[in-house]
């Protein structure tokens, strides 16, 4: 049974940074690519970031390009998102999320495992 754990989260001034950590058990990381949504209130859940299998390949989303970056450690079962220069528009629970494919990429539907999520709030 593959088990996401995410942390790191918490509250931040606006313009400050956090780095979220996503640990993997219960799977091979390193056959798993990996993704960060997150979902504010009222909001739908939506695309952060988004990683490969073997580290080759990224990609974020618009609002957060330039200020978030994706990356992993295979060695460690772990896959961070550093967020700089956040915004109090980035407020949200962010999940961490896994998929046996390739590259996940942007749409929830492609992804098979889920993280229970971690509350970012940024105050202005």
């Known amino acids: 049974q593959v088990q996401l754990v995410e942390s790191g989260g918490g509250l931040v001034q606006a313009g400050g940074s956090l780095r979220l950590s996503c640990v993997v058990s219960?799977?091979?990381?390193?056959?798993?690519?990996m993704g960060w949504f997150r979902q504010a209130p009222g909001k739908e859940r939506e695309f952060v970031a988004a990683?490969?299998?073997?580290?080759?390949?990224?990609s974020v989303a618009n609002s957060v390009k330039g200020r978030f970056i994706i990356s992993r450690d295979n060695a460690k079962n772990t896959v961070f998102l550093q967020m700089n220069g956040l915004k109090p528009e980035d407020t949200a629970v962010y999940y961490c999320a896994a998929t046996d494919q390739y590259f996940g990429g942007l749409l929830t539907s492609k992804y098979d495992y889920w993280g229970q999520g971690t509350q970012v709030t940024v105050s202005s």
């Open positions: 990683i490969s299998r073997n580290d080759d390949y990224t």
């Open positions: 219960g799977r091979t990381f390193s056959t798993l690519a």
